[in-house]
Nanobody, 129 residues
Framework: QVQLVESGGGSVEAGGSLRLSCAASGYTRSSGNCMGWFRQAPGKEREAVASRSIGSGVIYYADSVKGRFTISQDNGKNTLTLQMNSLKPEDTAMYYC?????????????????????WGEGTQVTVSS
């Protein structure tokens, strides 16, 4: 069983930076081929932020974070990282790390939370204006 644990959230002022990490224990190559970050603000639906196909390394970003966020993976440590720069108040949300079910890469389903079967408990990011 894969377990995901996020860390690195916090409170920053607009324009600041945060680095989120997701440690994946129990992960093997057969566990899945797409990992990503989602976020959910109060009263809103969970939305995709960024995902990375583990095998090919292809990366996908939501339009709202392109050019500001960077997703990366340290395969040796089974850690997924989200570097967030130029943060805006609208980035305020609970951020979740997730692993997609099955062996497909991210292309077809990276935006769909229902395609991800393993989730961390989340880490809060709050950006003040």
């Amino acid at each position: 069983q894969v377990q995901l644990v996020e860390s690195g959230g916090g409170s920053v002022e607009a324009g600041g930076s945060l680095r989120l990490s997701c440690a994946a224990s129990g992960y093997t190559r057969s566990s899945g081929n797409c990992m990503g970050w989602f976020r959910q603000a109060p009263g809103k639906e969970r939305e995709a932020v960024a995902s990375r196909s583990i095998g090919s390394g292809v990366i996908y970003y939501a339009d709202s974070v392109k050019g500001r966020f960077t997703i990366s993976q340290d395969n040796g440590k089974n850690t997924l990282t989200l570097q967030m720069n130029s943060l805006k108040p609208e980035d305020t949300a609970m951020y979740y790390c997730a692993l997609a079910s099955g062996g497909d890469n991210c292309y077809l389903h990276w935006r769909r939370p229902e395609s991800f079967g393993t989730w961390g408990e989340g880490t809060q990011v709050t950006v003040s204006s």
